[in-house]
């Protein structure tokens, strides 16, 4: 009732030195399917204070900006990114993994790994870095299934940011607040079943020290996101196929014994390339 008073008294009406009009509005009622406090999508790991000032400011010393940073296709929106191991090649969400790129991921890098026990076997060979600006953001999306492995992980430098994650097949969503220096792990069901993206603009909600809600203005903001590709391969042992997508992903197909006696190829589409297998 008292929005409806505030709404009524309030909407279209000018407000301040200017006269700006005052536009407003309110929910009528809350939805059913809303993450609660500290309810972060299942695989969705956030580590906090991960890194010190120190490590944080080796890590932006090793970026250099220039004019040749800025993408300026459609989706990027002038954002400045840096590639490293393996160019991200944004149009078909893939590497090229026969062009590895002369610029390696920062041997500073190497620190952060050490302080992941869960993930113990994650050895990334692309970096992706974004500098952001208050103001940008990037449209929610999936990182291709069949090009990177699972996990991925997101370290947010210099500011921090709320990042909206959906669920395509229920219509949950979650917002979380990446602090600066925290370290984000999308694993199983948050990386492969949920999109995650950042509203374009100038300031987030956030929960302040007292538990009230604040407003928090962004600032200039670096992503380091690490992915490992999919090493794919094929192997035949007796009758079946191996199809090995990673070092821990395997599937097996058992070949027909008419099959396994005579001349066969076997073709599948993978991270944008077709493979081929012939016996």
Same mark, same amino acid.
């Given at each position: 009732? *008292? ?54 400011? &080796? ?11 800025? *993408?300026? =296709? *459609? ?7 840096? +590639? ?11 590497? *090229?993994? =026969? ?45 291709? +299934? ?26 949950? +969503? ?16 948050? &990386? ?59 599937? $097996? ?9 005579? =001349? $066969? ?15």
């Amino acid at each position: 009732k *008292d929005a409806e008073i505030a709404y009524e008294k309030l909407n279209g009406k000018p407000l301040g030195q200017n006269s700006v009009p005052l536009l407003m509005c309110y929910c009528s009622k809350i939805p059913q399917e809303i993450c609660h406090e500290n309810q972060l999508p299942p695989g969705l790991i956030l580590h906090e204070d991960f890194i010190d000032e120190k490590l944080e400011e &080796r890590l932006i010393a090793t970026l250099k900006w220039s004019s040749n940073n800025i *993408d300026e =296709n *459609d989706q990027l929106k002038h954002r400045q990114v840096q +590639h490293f191991g393996y160019e991200f090649i944004y149009g078909k969400n893939s590497v *090229d993994c =026969n062009s590895p790129l002369e610029q390696k991921i920062p041997e500073a890098c190497n620190q952060l790994w050490k302080n992941l026990p869960q993930f113990p076997n994650f050895h990334p060979d692309q970096l992706t870095v974004n500098r952001y600006e208050a103001g940008h953001g990037i449209p929610s999306h999936c990182d291709t +299934h069949s090009c990177f492995e699972d996990p991925i992980m997101s370290l947010s430098l210099s500011a921090s940011i709320v990042m909206e994650f959906k669920d395509p097949e229920n219509g949950r +969503h979650c917002s979380v607040l990446l602090p600066r220096r925290s370290l984000l792990i999308m694993s199983g069901e948050s &990386r492969y079943g949920w999109t995650h993206g950042i509203t374009p603009k100038m300031s987030d909600i956030v929960k302040g020290k007292n538990g009230f809600l604040t407003i928090q203005r962004r600032q200039l903001r670096h992503s380091f996101t690490f992915r490992k590709w999919v090493d794919l391969c094929f192997k035949v042992q007796y009758n079946f196929l191996i199809f090995q997508a990673s070092t821990t992903t395997k599937m $097996w197909l058992q070949l027909p014994t008419p099959l396994w006696s005579s =001349n $066969w190829q076997i073709s599948c589409l993978w991270a944008g390339s077709w493979w081929e297998y012939r016996s």
